[in-house]
């Protein structure tokens, strides 16, 4: 039922989703040049890789030496727009077509991070990661990973029809009021270095 609903929403919001993303990838296109997307590896469903995908947010910007500068200098006045209205997430969109991610669930991070987590915080690979999630309506980045963990967890072991639709309306809630959004001294999140 949940994979079924998944679909419904996505095609049905389709005349809505499409013009926007158009418009936000043209956006991305004019301010920040190609690629439009931002691809990355993460861990899916029983920790099986997949390829996510985003529009892009920040720029190429490197030190003399070539070393990329640190995110806050890379994020541009439109990723931080797209970051703040949660537009980046858009072709997230397809993932979530093909099965590689449901609307709900916790969020895919980092590769890196599986070997780090405790054999509790590894049961949010037990479901599909989600585009929002339990965490996500929660905190998002004001919560701390052990916190963070604790809530996908949960939501692992009490997930339904009904709180998935509680945490949609959320979220919706959440972007409109564009809360919690980065930590005081970093975009997004602190990387998670393990327990």
């Not at 989703?17 to 899916?44: D, H, I």
């Not at 993932?95 to 969020?107: A, E, H, I, Q, T």
Request: proline share 7%.
């Amino acid at each position: 039922m949940k994979r079924a609903f998944d679909l419904l929403l996505v095609v049905l919001s389709l005349p809505l989703t499409l013009p926007v993303g158009f418009f936000v990838a043209l956006l991305v296109r004019l301010w920040m040049g190609s690629p439009v997307l931002f691809r990355q590896n993460r861990p899916g469903r029983g920790g099986k890789l997949f390829t996510m995908i985003k529009f892009r947010t920040m720029s190429d910007a490197r030190t003399p030496e070539g070393t990329l500068l640190p995110d806050r200098a890379r994020l541009t006045p439109v990723g931080r727009f797209l970051r703040a209205s949660s537009l980046d997430e858009l072709p997230e969109l397809w993932n979530v077509l093909k099965g590689d991610m449901s609307l709900v669930g916790p969020r895919p991070l980092m590769v890196e991070y599986l070997p780090l987590y405790s054999p509790e915080q590894a049961r949010r690979h037990e479901v599909r990661p989600g585009i929002t999630g339990w965490a996500q309506v929660n905190g998002r980045n004001a919560l701390s990973w052990d916190e963070k963990f604790a809530l996908d967890v949960w939501y692992v072991d009490n997930r339904s029809f009904w709180l998935d639709l509680r945490i949609l309306v959320q979220t919706a809630v959440k972007v409109l009021q564009r809360s919690d959004i980065d930590e005081p001294d970093c975009v997004g999140q602190s990387s998670f270095t393990g327990n």
